[in-house]
């Protein structure tokens, strides 16, 4: 079992930049790789970035890639530097361990609560 916790989320305006992170406990933690997803009302849930278990790789949608950082300080913290950011990043922002790309996307064992990412424009 993994118990994840974010932080760091907030209102921006668009252009801005903010700075997530979650810290991983449990017992299988630090074997897992971590990463990032988010939501929007209505939507399903979308893979954001993952970086593999000892931080030699990372993997970022489309949509992110070049403007987000995703970093790993040791076996159990993970961030996700935003930059530039859009309105179109609105959406709670997931923490997720244990991330796996399957056919039809990404998909994660575990969860945080989320936190609240608001760009305006």
């Known amino acids: 079992q993994v118990q994840l916790v974010e932080s760091g989320g907030g209102l921006v305006q668009a252009g801005d930049s903010l700075r997530l992170s979650c810290v991983a406990s449990g017992r299988t933690a630090s074997g897992s790789s971590l990463g990032w997803f988010r939501q929007v009302p209505g939507k399903e849930r979308e893979f954001v970035a993952r970086?593999?278990?000892?931080?030699?790789?990372t993997d970022y949608d489309d949509s992110v890639e070049g403007r987000f950082t995703i970093s790993r300080d040791n076996a159990n913290t993970v961030h996700l530097q935003m930059n530039s950011l859009k309105p179109e990043d609105t959406a709670v922002y997931y923490c997720?361990?244990?991330?796996?790309?399957?056919?039809?996307?990404?998909?994660?064992?575990?969860w945080g609560q989320g936190t609240q990412v608001t760009v305006s424009s």
């Open positions: 997720a361990a244990g991330l796996l790309k399957y056919a039809s996307g990404w998909r994660a064992d575990y």
């Open positions: 970086i593999s278990w000892g931080g030699s790789r």
